[in-house]
Structures are given as C-alpha cells and as structure tokens.
Nanobody
Framework: VELVESGGGSVQAGGSLKLSCEVP?????????LGWYRQAPKKERELVSK???????HYADSVQGRFTISQDNAKNTPYLQMNSLKTEDTAMYYC???????????WGQGTQVTVSS
C-alpha cells in the first residue's frame, strides 16, 4: 500500500505550507483513521493531527490554532494546512492510515518541512 505525501519545502518562520497525501481509494473510504505525524532529528515520531472517527479533528497542542486538517473526498486526498510556521515545526512529515479493523497502519515516505528563522 502506498501513501504519497507532497507539499513540503523550506519556508521562513511565519510562512505557510500545505501538505497533501495520495491515499488509495479503498483505504480512504474505509474506517481507517487518516492522520499526519512528524519526526524531527533525534526525536520520536509524534502525532500532529488526525481525523477522529466522529469526524472531528484532533490536533497536538503545539499546532492547535495554526494547522488545519482537511480532506477532498473527490480526490481521496487528506491535507494539512500549516500556517504561522515556527522553527520548531521543522521535521519530516508523514501521512498515515490507521486501519484498526485490519490491524494495520500504513505510512507514506514522508515529506520534509524546514522552517528557518
């Protein structure tokens, strides 16, 4: 299964980026929970945001109010809009599909986000 992220890049602090993730249709329209994670150098991977099963988004405290998760059902694509970026947002960002019903979690290859001061 292949999840493909795009949209990463280098921006200055205060800037914005929008990440996209191509998700196979059978996963996108299943009960899998789609989310975004990130991993900075020498740090553990952490959850950034996900769409909860009740349809409401969840955000890490560190990105609340700055990041927005959304999805386009016509394109099988979840997005992560990132505004007011900070240097501490610098990380590799991963799209993931947590498919509890299949006891599987699928990951993309990651897209690098670098925020400079």
């Amino acid at each position: 299964v292949e999840l493909v992220e795009s949209g990463g890049g280098s921006v200055q602090a205060g800037g914005s980026l929008k990440l996209s993730c191509e998700v196979p249709e059978y996963i996108f329209f299943s009960s899998c929970v789609l989310g975004w994670y990130r991993q900075a150098p020498k740090k553990e991977r952490e959850l950034v945001s996900k769409m909860r099963s009740d349809g409401n988004p969840h955000y890490a405290d560190s990105v609340q109010g700055r990041f927005t998760i959304s999805q386009d059902n016509a394109k099988n694509t979840p997005y992560l809009q990132m505004n007011s970026l900070k240097t501490e947002d610098t990380a590799m960002y991963y799209c993931a599909a947590d498919c509890a019903g299949w006891a599987r979690k699928y990951w993309g290859q990651g897209t690098q986000v670098t925020v400079s001061s």
